[in-house]
């Protein structure tokens, strides 16, 4: 069992930055691949970011290439989103998802774990 937990969303003006971290606890945090999602209201959750257990393997969707930073620290058994050149179309809630699968880790259906999300708002 992992239990996830995500902090540092907030209000943020267009342009600017925000870094989202998900603290685990639990079972052998190094074994899982670990995965960010976002949803906005009336849509489907959306891939944003995913991170090889090594974190020696990133993937991101064309929507955040270069803008978005996956990371990790097995030490402090967290995973980190670092969001610059933030827009209004990212405004969603962000869920961390935790999986035991190194594959397919662009859909949700792959993690075995989430959080309770943490609200972005990005104004204009």
């Known amino acids: 069992q992992v239990q996830l937990v995500e902090s540092g969303g907030g209000l943020v003006q267009a342009g600017g930055s925000l870094r989202l971290s998900c603290a685990a606890s639990?079972?052998?945090?190094?074994?899982?691949?670990m995965g960010w999602f976002r949803q906005a209201p009336g849509k489907e959750r959306e891939f944003v970011a995913a991170?090889?257990?090594?974190?020696?393997?990133?993937y991101y969707p064309d929507s955040v290439k270069g803008r978005f930073t996956i990371s990790r620290d097995n030490a402090k058994n967290t995973v980190y989103l670092q969001m610059n050149s933030l827009k209004p179309e990212d405004t969603a809630v962000y869920y961390c998802?935790?999986?035991?699968?190194?594959?397919?880790?662009?859909?949700?259906?792959?993690?075995?774990?989430w959080g309770q999300g943490t609200q972005v708002t990005v104004s204009s």
């Open positions: 998802g935790a999986g035991i699968a190194s594959y397919g880790l662009r859909y949700a259906r792959n993690y075995d774990y």
């Open positions: 991170i090889s257990w090594s974190g020696g393997i990133t």
């Open positions: 639990g079972r052998s945090f190094s074994s899982y691949s």
